[in-house]
C-alpha cells in the first residue's frame, strides 16, 4: 500500500512540475510553458508529447472569411494524437476534438494564448466532458490561408 501511496504522489508531483498550467493569472509561466508540448491525463494514462513532435497548422480562413481554427497533431503518426478546434482568440472558449491514441475526446478548449504567425505560441486548456484535463503549448508551424 505505501508503494502504491509513494508511486500516485510522484506521478501527480511530475504532472504538477511539467504541466503547462496556466489557469490563473498568478502562475509563474504565464509568459512561458515549463513544458511546451501536450499534457494530458485520461485517468489512468498521463500522455506527455514534447513539442518537437507536435506540428500546429493555423487556418485563418477554415470557416469561411475570419473565422479561424487550428490543428495540432503528433507528426510521427498523425491520425493518433491531435487536436482542432476554433478557439484561436486570447481567452475564447469553445468546442474541440481531442484524439488520444484511438479515442476521441469532445473537449471544451480555452485559449490562454493566442499567436497568429509561424514561430508564434497557442496555449490551450482542454476539458473533457467527464471533467479530464489536458494543456497544449504549442508553437505555430504553418498558417494556411
Known sequence: M???VKVSLLFFMS???LS??????MADNQNQCNFQGLTFFDGTTNTLLPEAQLKTELFPNNGGPGVAAVEVYETTNPGN????TGAVTLNAVGPGTLGINGTNYPVTVTCQLA????GEEFRFDV???GGL???LCVV???VNP
Open 140 to 142: 505555430i508551424d504553418d
Open 81 to 84: 494524437i491531435f487536436l482542432t
Open 2 to 4: 505505501k508503494f502504491l
Open 15 to 17: 504532472i504538477a512540475f
Open 20 to 25: 503547462c498550467d496556466n489557469d490563473d493569472g
Open 127 to 129: 476539458v473533457t466532458t
Open 115 to 118: 499567436g497568429t504567425a509561424v
Open 133 to 135: 484535463e489536458g494543456e
